[in-house]
Every structure is written in structure tokens, then in C-alpha cells.
């Protein structure tokens, strides 16, 4: 019974996400005319965790699609059981993954990988690779969501 519950939940909310996905779909807007979409993130800064426990480094939950992270053996040790089995089932430490798409709520983000789109991740297993730029961080779908909440 322990595993049932876990695995259902990991079912159900990865069938919320990808209904949510799939509507979110219709509502990306094309690139400007002559406009390169900038999706490609060719440049990078490399993320460098400020924090004493490993464990509270985290992705940017306002990923854009083409951000690159990566789990670290602490970050593998975040969130509830079924998340951390879900991260040992399909990811690899230290293997760099590339963000499909996060959808952000009131009390965590999911995220689905370009490598793995029919399964949810937390984000909180997840650490970024580079930084992304505040201004890209703006034009994220969700940005506008929780006003107040960008620090």
C-alpha cells in the first residue's frame, strides 16, 4: 500500500501536467518576423550555489524552454520519497538535461524535461547549469501568476 499511494500520485500529476502542457501549446507565440527565438541560451553563465546546505540549490522554477540543468547528489535528496524515486528511476547525477517546460504553482514546480516529456519532475531535484537573465526569467508563461512572489 506504502508504493500504491506515490505511484498514483506521481500518475495523477503527471497527467495534470501534460493536460496543462498541451493547452499551454496553443498559446506560444511565434517569433517576431526576422527574429531569431532565443531558445539556444548560447551563452552561459555558469550557476555557482551561494548557499552553505547544497541542498536548497535549486533550478530557476522560471526556466525557459532550452535550459539546461542537472541533479546533484544532494539535490537527488530533495522533495518527498516518490520524487526522489522518480529522479533515481530516469536521471543521472551530474548528467546535463535540457528544460521542456515548468509549470510553476502556489507551493512547487514541475518540470518536464525535453529527454523525459511524459514524465514530471520537482524542481526541486533539479539545479541549473547556467543562470538564466532576469529578462528572461519575465517572459516565462507563469511569471505574472503569483505577483509579489519574484524576489
Known amino acids: 500500500m506504502k508504493l500504491i499511494l506515490p505511484t498514483f500520485l506521481s500518475i495523477l500529476l503527471t497527467a495534470l501536467v501534460l493536460a496543462c502542457h498541451a493547452s499551454a501549446q496553443v498559446e506560444k507565440p511565434a517569433p517576431a518576423r526576422g527574429a531569431a527565438a532565443d531558445t539556444n541560451h548560447s551563452t552561459c553563465v555558469p550557476f555557482v550555489c551561494q548557499e552553505q546546505n547544497p541542498s536548497r540549490c535549486t533550478m530557476d522554477i522560471y526556466a525557459l524552454e532550452g535550459h539546461k540543468i542537472h541533479v546533484t547528489e544532494a539535490s537527488a535528496k530533495n522533495g518527498y520519497a516518490y520524487q ?34 511524459k514524465t514530471s519532475f ?4 533539479l539545479v541549473d547549469v547556467c543562470v538564466q537573465s532576469a529578462n528572461d526569467r519575465k517572459k516565462h508563461p507563469d511569471w505574472d501568476r503569483y505577483p509579489g512572489a519574484h524576489i
Open 84 to 117: 526522489q524515486q522518480l529522479v533515481a528511476q530516469y536521471l543521472v547525477i551530474g548528467k546535463v538535461y535540457t528544460v521542456e517546460r515548468t509549470f510553476v504553482s502556489s507551493s512547487s514546480t514541475s518540470v518536464l524535461l525535453k529527454e523525459f516529456p
Open 122 to 125: 520537482n524542481s526541486v531535484n
